[in-house]
């Protein structure tokens, strides 16, 4: 198996590549991994993504990375299979709320890759061997800092999680019919915007810890 694993940033996948540079059990599998780092953002990682597909086509891509939670419930740490995502932010904020692609009729709820206006993921069996808790993403351009933003999101889309790269991952893949998966794990709630209460080590330490569960179980 020939997989891709994708990052915003290289200190969110650290402890895995460290772990990649010292382990011999993937020497003994039918498995390889490059790993691409794609900047912060949902232009950069399309664009990034879309690049490396120009040139090689790999069975699986997953995306690691951290995310914001919605719900104050959610503990810091906890690692998501994301299962399905949306740009949340496309369209146009209204007098009388946010209007998306859709309300807009510049696009069809269900015109490829959308499916009743999100992005899923359809490999429910590469999710279910994950063992992880399945979330529901939003993914934005910029942060969101207004927790009647933030309330929308819950109300509109049920989600659970925000990132600045998800729904992109989802995009091409779908785009492109590549199995996919997308691990989040969480570092701090959304609208809360005060850093010392952000939780990163944890995040990036059960994030990889899962990563390397799942990439050895493969």
Known sequence: MHCLLVAST???IA????????????DHIDFDVDILITGVGSNAATYSLT???????PDLVIQ???????DPEIKPGTVFVVKQDVLADQGVQHKDGFL???????????ELPYKKGVLPNPYSNMIKR?????GIGVTVN?????????ESYVSRYAADLESMEGASLHYVCLMEHIPF???RSISNYVTERNKKKWNLPLAIANLNKELIRLLESL
């Not at 402890?15 to 993937?26: A, C, Q, S």
């Not at 690691?64 to 919605?70: E, M, P, R, S």
């Open 10 to 12: 290289a200190a969110e």
């Open 15 to 26: 402890p895995f590549t460290d772990h990649l540079g010292n382990t011999e059990k993937l």
């Open 51 to 57: 690049r490396y597909l120009q040139h090689k086509k």
């Open 64 to 70: 690691a990375g951290v995310a914001g939670a919605f």
């Open 100 to 110: 998306d692609v859709f309300d807009l009729s510049l696009a069809a709820l269900n």
């Open 130 to 134: 994950t063992r992880l808790k399945k």
């Open 142 to 150: 910029e942060i969101t800092t207004l927790r009647k933003r933030s």
């Open 181 to 183: 998966l997308q691990l």
